[in-house]
């Protein structure tokens, strides 16, 4: 498997519509980001040899059935294809039978959905829950002045939904990572992660609650703030406010509150930024108060790798964040025929693949860093330097 960063794409690649045509995973709604992102979906079902499913969309007059490549079929799907080894489908049966009472869990999503950042946050931090000594090594390289070690991992968790004390309603976090600080506290990093959502809802119904809690917890400059409210910021919004509830209300001594997403997805770096700007400073900030921080998903994907499990990082960068191999998958169309098939197209890319295998290492310890000689590579590297 070939992985680039020669250098790091600048912003992701723009796929014609005939090639998501040709793999069946063109859809109108798509942004650049979820196109770039259901086509690499779907090259990873193929390569896994995994049978792709359909998408049912209601309509007045019937539902209306389309294949889609980046869905599995039902039988793939209910064996558990959508992760990455059987260990993981395993914890994640465990994980839906054992859920906290009242967690949405949508398991269409979970099984069948390849795109879903729901699956994705099993196969990323599963194989980490079942092996405490590499969260702690991932989660105290992430995050070096608030973790010392990791004692538990929970998926789909609240510290109380429907509670007047808390939101009133059912906010949850993706995930808890239970740690131990530097200091010897136990403190609590709640996760939201995203992988190709665009950040325009559907948002929770504005409550009377969420405007009293706002003022409450003493984390923005402006509590009343429209923005807070719209659709881009309103979940991180109730989730950081859950966040500090959490604290407030002794749930756990301390707090972070962390936003998880690929660097490549604009509009998720974008809503973290603007979020961040409505928020207090750090150094402003109570010292019991939870601060906010984005990570990207490549960065704990190569601290994954830097932390000894090579294996699974080398398979959650293939599978997530290989944006270099649905560029040269675009830029093979200008060389091939009009009316290529997904079979002439993986082809072309099997040969390219001979053409661009990585000479070296540019870096140590990072999965994402190996140089590439093709004449594809050199392109990009001109066009992002204006060379």
Known sequence: MSLYSAPPLPRIPLIPQSILKDHNVACIIDTRFRSAARLLQHLWLRDSAIVTGVHVRKSDD??????????????????????????????????????????????????????????????????????????????????????ASVENIRFETSPGRREARFLDDGTAFDLAIEVVTPDGESATVFIETKYSESMEGPAARLRDRYD??????????????????????????????????AVDQGVTDRAMFVVIGPRLNRRVQTACRVYKNELIPDDDLDADRVQFQSITLEKVIDTINEAGATDLARALWARYCDF????????????????SSPTTTAAAEKEAAQVNKPRRQRKAGSISAVGVASSTTRLRRAVTYGQ
């Open 62 to 147: 019937g539902d209306i059935v389309m294949d889609l490549g980046s869905m599995l079929e039902a039988d793939a799907a209910r064996s558990g294809r959508n992760f990455l080894t059987p260990e993981i489908h395993a914890f994640v049966r465990h994980a839906t039978i054992m859920r906290e009472e009242g967690a949405a869990i949508d398991k269409h999503r979970l099984f069948y959905n390849a795109l879903s950042s729901t699956p994705m946050s099993f196969n990323v931090f599963a194989p980490l829950a079942l092996d405490l000594q590499l969260a702690t090594a991932v989660f105290r390289s992430l995050l070096p002045a608030f973790v």
């Open 324 to 339: 270099e191999r649905v560029f040269h998958l675009a830029m093979a169309e200008y060389t091939l025929p009009a009316s």
């Open 212 to 245: 009293e809690a706002a003022r409450q917890v003493r984390l923005y400059s402006e509590p009343d703030a429209v923005i807070l409210r719209s659709l881009a910021l309103e979940q991180l919004w109730r989730e950081h406010m859950l966040a500090q509830l």
